[in-house]
């Protein structure tokens, strides 16, 4: 799959805010499938991003925290909005730890942790998709934050939360192929 010879690449920003690192993995595979695909594409964090007007197309995504987006990723997406709405956009979150779909309550996993700020960030720039991606934890590393900091301290804190890798990265590849795919209509509709 790619685009073929006098096909328009297209030039995709994926850009991502990630404290410990698992979202800033999920954004680097969604932009190697994306380039696979064909496309020129450029992953950064959102907070090295000095305008997205050069752009056909961008990927949002940030690891989400008590239920909310990291602050630069709403941040960034507030600060370019006119330019996203005029753009195919997607945004992807990171977080629920596990495997489990569904939380003892019944819950879709996916709906339950789906960040706060996706209902306005949705009515201000019209994104393509959204999607939320499971993420990773590592109770070694180093905590970030207040949040975090208070978290640990706790007790039982540490067995509360699952450790470990659960990014289901042939979900993740799915998903930007899609983009992909997508990206490639586009293409052909705008010649």
Known sequence: MGTGPGEHRMSVLVCFASRHGATAGIADRIAETIEA???????VPV?????IEDYDAIVVGAAAYMFRWLKDA???VRRHRAVLADRPVWLFSSGPLGTELVDEDGRDVFE????KEFDRLEAMIGPVDTHIFFGAWDPAAPAVGVGERVLRLLPGARGAVPAGDFRDWPAIEAWAESIAASLAELSDSNR
């Open 37 to 43: 695909a064909g496309h020129d594409v450029e992953c």
């Open 47 to 51: 907070d090295r991003v000095d305008g």
């Open 74 to 76: 709403t941040r960034f």
């Open 112 to 115: 339950v942790t789906r960040p």
